[in-house]
């Protein structure tokens, strides 16, 4: 039973984190982007997006939640992608050490409406030297989880499932 605390501590943190993201954001728009994710192909003159550049999720006066480039790759009835935060002021990652950027890669199936993460990283930026660490990271498959609308991974969802 001892084993089960950690597990439960870091999964019931990446909920939370999450969680925080979806209760505190607000659709923000950036210069190449619609502010919220559009239906590609449902209607003429929809934005279809594509994955060669980063997408603002939501944006608080706290943080700014992107869908990073690249997202796309496949592997049997899933999609790959990372979900990103840059936060304005540093928070600690689980050792302590100051973070400012936080990222959770995952794959997402479409027609089955549930995702897992395989890696959250804790990254700081040091915007005086322009240098780019990463602090923390755990690399582990988190069960699979159902995608509930109003949530990040059901806007995600909307993007690379070109809903």
């Known amino acids: 039973m001892l084993h089960a605390k950690p597990v439960f501590l870091s999964k019931y943190c990446l909920g ?14 950036s210069d190449h982007h619609d502010p919220a994710p559009a239906k590609a192909g449902t209607h003429k003159g929809t934005h279809k997006f594509s994955n060669d550049k980063d997408i603002v999720l939501r944006k608080n006066a706290q943080s700014t939640l992107y869908l990073l480039s690249g997202w796309g790759k496949t592997e049997g009835p899933y999609v790959w992608y990372t979900v990103s935060a840059h936060f304005n002021a540093d928070q600690l990652s689980p050792d302590g050490k100051p973070f400012n950027l936080f990222s959770l890669s ?3 199936d479409c027609k089955e ?8 990283s804790y990254m700081y930026f040091d915007s005086k030297t322009k240098s780019l ?3 923390f990271f755990k690399k582990s498959k988190s069960d699979v989880i159902q ?5 990040i991974e059901s806007s995600v969802k909307a993007i690379i499932c070109n809903e």
């Open 106 to 108: 995952g794959a997402l």
């Open 16 to 29: 939370l984190m999450l969680a925080c993201f979806v209760s505190h954001g607000a659709y923000a728009s």
């Open 113 to 120: 409406n549930h995702f897992f993460f395989y890696r959250t």
């Open 147 to 151: 995608i509930t609308p109003e949530t």
């Open 133 to 135: 660490n990463e602090v």
